[in-house]
């Protein structure tokens, strides 16, 4: 078995397709851990912001989460109504493209591919924070870590998103029961004791205060602790990877993501007031994160609280893997658009869009290097693109449901339209709120990073797009194909020396056309070469003019180029430019002899001058040049040695049958 098969599987094929789609229960952990993992570092990251008040910013930190929890709810009803206009992907891309425009959608698909990075960033950063906080003495080796998660969370998408979602399910659901029972526990603890519980083991003690609470820094608190919205967006993205009934598995999946990041981001907030919880820098050393204190307090530092920090480290690691289910289905309607590298919209091995997955990986891995794996560095950056998203998606929305107002056919479906547009407006105008919100409250933070980024990542796309058109305006073939000038063409073999390569080169040149000519260069290995030419010259003859000429063919022509500066390619383009003047009406066909190499080391022994040749002639040879090569092998290979195991298989099965 090949490496490549025992890390990402046996390659799939097309007919398989419909076996890796997913149904809710793979759809929470494949999608919703963006969201649910989002539960712990949204209010620390509000927290974190209300830390200058010191233990009085705790009581400032419902005011901050209910207005987010609201739009949690909003969020809900509105994504429902993406998913039922556009049942097959409701993505913002989709949306805005369709009712808002190319430049609409280009800013969508900007913002999307900043968000699900820098969601793989953050989510592995804090997973990785939620780890040190547990055992401090890995705090050393956090951005290693960090690289680690991501090289394994990415061999498993590769693997295909069934497999992932099958493999995160059990940390999903462990975190799920584990931060539920304890929120509950907590809950009754605090009820209990007239809301001031005990703790089992006491936080830390919040700093004294250095500020006093203000307007600006209230929204500054929300706009941070908004990143626990990042991921709703997620399944009306990747609605095409559920399983027939589509509709109610992605009403599920949805229904599940909202109502669990609901009750764990109203229980967390709720019980880091009555137990004094407070956040705490990531970058000191003793750092634990606020998960870890409310776990601590509420169950103690035993067995329970090791399975729930476990979990809760899982979970933050595979946060990611909403990004790498959703990032490569965005970048493949993209790239359909020819607005990204088309090999974006091709599907792997696995039936995924492996190309988005590396892409994803590479650019998440540089952001860890660049900010040192430390999620309080990220976070500025972040929930930029989400909230854009959020509102060109409902934008989109209020406009699919203005036109279908006018092609109702009854009162009640009329009703029905207004009740959804007004639904999508309301989704529309808070999320853009929230949006102004965050970018003024986090600008000067780095969020002017996003903001520049997302601009130049439009333009960049443009321009990719333009590339695109100027290549199939350029190849276009709308004319009936040209039989004039069907002269056969002037043969060129490029060799060294005679040997069996030159043969076989000739053997096919001479079978294509007439007018053949072996290309052969002096001075190629420097000035004292003469000998070698001497020889090949006194073997033309007998080798290969008197056996053409017994077969009453027209002898090929040797042609000696002097390589002053030891190079092929310039003679080699000059003599090309001279055929191509005199013979204006005809093609030019170069056959390139080229050794094969099986092994690594093999390479190390050729000088390669064959590739820098077919470089030079495919960048400079122009549109009457056809290249050809003629391969030499040492020993001669078998053709089933070149399909895998599954494609020998089909073929045995194809005979049998």
């Known amino acids: 078995?090949?490496?490549?098969?025992?890390?990402?599987?046996?390659?799939?094929?097309?007919?398989?397709?419909?076996?890796?789609?997913?149904?809710?229960?793979?759809?929470?952990?494949?999608?919703?851990?963006?969201?649910?993992?989002?539960?712990?570092?949204?209010?620390?990251?509000?927290?974190?912001?209300?830390?200058?008040?010191?233990?009085?910013?705790?009581?400032?930190?419902?005011?901050?989460?209910?207005?987010?929890?609201?739009?949690l709810v909003i969020l809900y009803v509105s994504y429902r109504q993406t998913i039922r206009a556009y049942p097959s992907n409701g993505g913002a891309y989709v949306v805005s493209k369709i009712n808002l425009g190319t430049n609409a959608s280009l800013?969508?698909?900007?913002?999307?591919?900043?968000?699900?990075?820098?969601?793989?960033?953050?989510?592995?950063?804090?997973?990785?924070?939620?780890?040190?906080?547990?055992?401090?003495?890995?705090?050393?080796?956090?951005?290693?870590?960090?690289?680690?998660i991501l090289l394994l969370i990415t061999i498993m998408n590769l693997r295909g998103t069934v497999d992932a979602g099958r493999a995160w399910a059990l940390p999903t659901y462990l975190f799920v029961a584990s931060f539920l029972a304890i929120v509950a526990l907590g809950l009754y603890k605090t009820l209990t004791a007239g809301g001031h519980p005990l703790p089992v083991v006491a936080p830390p003690s919040a700093a004294p205060a250095t500020e006093a609470v203000t307007l600006w820094?209230?929204?500054?608190?929300?706009?941070?602790?908004?990143?626990?919205?990042?991921?709703?967006?997620?399944?009306?993205?990747?609605?095409?990877?559920?399983?027939?009934?589509?509709?109610?598995?992605?009403?599920?999946?949805?229904?599940?993501?909202?109502?669990?990041?609901?009750?764990?981001?109203?229980?967390?907030?709720?019980?880091?007031?009555?137990?004094?919880?407070?956040?705490?820098?990531?970058?000191?050393?003793?750092?634990?994160?606020?998960?870890?204190?409310?776990?601590?307090?509420?169950?103690?530092?035993?067995?329970?609280?090791?399975?729930?920090?476990?979990?809760?480290?899982?979970?933050?690691?595979?946060?990611?893997?909403?990004?790498?289910v959703d990032f490569p289905r965005v970048c493949r309607l993209v790239a359909e658009d020819d607005f990204l590298p088309r090999p974006l919209a091709a599907v792997g091995r696995r039936l995924v869009f492996s190309v988005g997955i590396l892409y994803l990986a590479v650019a998440a891995g540089l952001l860890l290097i660049a900010f040192g794996g430390i999620t309080d560095r990220l976070i500025p950056l972040f929930a930029i693109g989400a909230f854009l998203t959020f509102t060109l998606s409902q934008l989109g929305m209020v406009f699919h449901w203005r036109g279908e107002l006018g092609h109702a056919t009854s009162g009640s479906v009329r009703h029905g339209q207004r009740l959804s547009l007004l639904i999508n407006l309301v989704g529309a105008s808070v999320t853009g709120v929230a949006l102004v919100i965050i970018v003024v409250a986090k600008f000067m933070e780095g969020a002017w990073i996003t903001v520049l980024v997302i601009p130049c990542v439009i333009l960049l796309l443009k321009t990719i797009n333009k590339y695109y058109v100027e290549l199939d305006t350029r190849l276009?073939?709308?004319?009936?194909?040209?039989?004039?000038?069907?002269?056969?063409?002037?043969?060129?073999?490029?060799?060294?020396?005679?040997?069996?390569?030159?043969?076989?080169?000739?053997?096919?040149?001479?079978?294509?056309?007439?007018?053949?000519?072996v290309v052969n260069f002096t001075n190629l290995q420097g000035p004292d070469t003469r000998e070698e030419h001497r020889a090949l010259r006194s073997q033309w003859s007998d080798n290969v003019e008197q056996p053409a000429r017994a077969a009453g063919?027209?002898?090929?022509?040797?042609?000696?180029?002097?390589?002053?500066?030891r190079r092929i390619t310039g003679p080699l383009l000059q003599l090309i430019a001279q055929i191509e003047?005199?013979?204006?009406?005809?093609?030019?066909?170069?056959?390139?002899?080229?050794?094969?190499?099986?092994?690594?080391?093999?390479?190390l022994l050729h000088n390669h001058r064959s590739y820098r040749v077919r470089r030079a002639l495919l960048r400079y040879g122009g549109s009457r040049l056809v290249l050809l090569t003629v391969p030499g092998y040492l020993e001669e290979p078998r053709i089933e040695e070149g399909l895998e195991e599954e494609e020998v298989a089909d073929t045995t099965r194809e005979k049998v049958g």
């Open 581 to 603: 003047k005199d013979n204006r009406d005809r093609l030019i066909a170069v056959l390139l002899p080229q050794v094969v190499k099986e092994h690594w080391w093999q390479y």
């Open 217 to 324: 820094l209230i929204l500054r608190s929300f706009a941070a602790g908004c990143t626990a919205m990042t991921g709703v967006e997620a399944v009306s993205n990747g609605v095409s990877a559920f399983r027939e009934p589509v509709l109610p598995r992605a009403y599920r999946t949805l229904g599940a993501i909202c109502a669990i990041l609901g009750i764990l981001l109203a229980g967390i907030s709720y019980l880091v007031r009555g137990y004094n919880i407070n956040a705490m820098d990531q970058t000191q050393e003793g750092y634990q994160s606020i998960l870890s204190q409310l776990a601590g307090a509420v169950v103690g530092n035993g067995v329970f609280y090791y399975v729930a920090i476990g979990s809760a480290l899982a979970i933050l690691c595979l946060s990611a893997n909403t990004s790498f």
């Open 1 to 71: 078995m090949s490496v490549l098969n025992y890390l990402l599987g046996r390659r799939l094929a097309n007919e398989e397709y419909s076996e890796r789609k997913i149904s809710a229960f793979e759809g929470v952990p494949a999608m919703g851990l963006d969201g649910i993992g989002s539960s712990s570092y949204g209010p620390e990251a509000a927290l974190s912001v209300l830390a200058p008040l010191g233990a009085a910013g705790l009581a400032y930190i419902g005011v901050v989460m209910l207005p987010i929890l609201l739009l």
């Open 476 to 517: 276009r073939a709308e004319e009936p194909l040209h039989l004039m000038h069907m002269d056969p063409p002037i043969v060129l073999v490029v060799t060294e020396r005679w040997d069996r390569l030159t043969d076989r080169g000739l053997q096919f040149a001479m079978g294509l056309s007439p007018d053949v000519a």
């Open 553 to 565: 063919l027209k002898p090929p022509q040797l042609m000696l180029l002097q390589a002053r500066y």
């Open 107 to 148: 800013l969508a698909a900007s913002a999307l591919m900043i968000d699900y990075v820098l969601n793989v960033a953050v989510g592995i950063s804090a997973g990785v924070g939620a780890l040190t906080s547990a055992v401090p003495a890995l705090q050393s080796y956090t951005l290693g870590l960090c690289l680690l």
